[in-house]
């Protein structure tokens, strides 16, 4: 069972009068998580992966648990008592794919997430037809589940771009215009890091990893803006 855990950390708090105000660290829970994370490795929890979102104030946990309870043990004992987080939030990821990665890809992509709304009706065909997806010269997918997450975002994919103009010439051209897709929101990484070891990874997402087999992405010129001529 995988899910995405998203830990709020406001770089801003207050006390109770809104009086005294402290100026947080940024990387007070990266930071807390690369110390400490060796030891919460369990038979029920594997803790795969890190990412950081600057401009949402949230560093976010790829885990890999046997059971919504042990999720609940492992957020109240490690993260929940954590100075100056505010909230944390849990997305379920059904049907994880993760795609190989070309071994010549470049080194210095950016990473994003797309979040997708589709109609119920067209969702696995919005689903499918993004996995087959087959790495281009600026855009790689890297893994693709479905979430559930509201009633306007059902579909989480993650992609290494080579900048924001390619990632968004990539959606606009690629997705939006998919049967069934309603909405979407791109979000930029800040930083990432896998918490795994080989072993564990191997262990937790091997089993899930498949070869794109469809339509090639197209080469994307970030500086030609035809493609917001349909916009």
């Given at each position: 069972m995988f899910t995405l855990v998203r830990i709020n950390l406001p770089s801003i708090v207050r006390d109770h009068d809104g009086r005294l105000v402290t100026h947080v660290n940024p990387d007070h829970v990266w930071d807390y998580v690369m110390k400490?994370?060796?030891?919460?490795?369990?038979?029920?929890?594997?803790?795969?992966?890190?990412?950081?979102?600057?401009?949402?104030?949230?560093?976010?946990?790829?885990?890999?648990?046997?059971?919504?309870?042990?999720?609940?043990?492992?957020?109240?004992?490690?993260?929940?008592?954590?100075?100056?987080?505010?909230?944390?939030?849990?997305?379920?990821?059904?049907?994880?794919?993760?795609?190989?990665?070309?071994?010549?890809?470049?080194?210095?992509?950016?990473?994003?997430?797309?979040?997708?709304?589709?109609?119920?009706?067209?969702?696995?065909?919005?689903?499918?037809?993004?996995?087959?997806?087959?790495?281009?010269r600026d855009i790689i997918i890297n893994y693709i589940a479905q979430t559930f997450e509201s009633f306007n975002a059902s579909i989480l994919v993650s992609v290494l771009a080579r900048s924001r103009g390619h990632m968004e010439a990539f959606v606009e051209t690629h997705l939006k215009p998919l049967d069934g897709v309603m909405d979407y929101e791109i979000t930029g990484i800040s930083k990432t890091t896998r918490l795994a070891t080989p072993e564990q990874w191997q262990e937790s997402v091997g089993p899930y990893f498949v070869s794109p087999g469809g339509e090639h992405v197209k080469d994307i010129d970030a500086y030609d803006d035809s493609w917001m001529a349909g916009c």
């Open positions: 400490n994370h060796a030891s919460w490795h369990t038979s029920d929890v594997n803790v795969l992966y890190m990412t950081r979102r600057h401009i949402q104030e949230d560093t976010s946990l790829i885990v890999d648990v046997t059971s919504p309870d042990a999720l609940a043990d492992f957020l109240t004992k490690h993260i929940a008592p954590l100075k100056y987080v505010r909230g944390i939030w849990v997305l379920n990821m059904a049907k994880m794919r993760f795609f190989v990665m070309p071994p010549d890809r470049p080194r210095d992509f950016s990473r994003f997430t797309v979040t997708i709304d589709a109609l119920p009706q067209h969702m696995n065909k919005v689903y499918d037809t993004i996995s087959a997806f087959e790495p281009g």
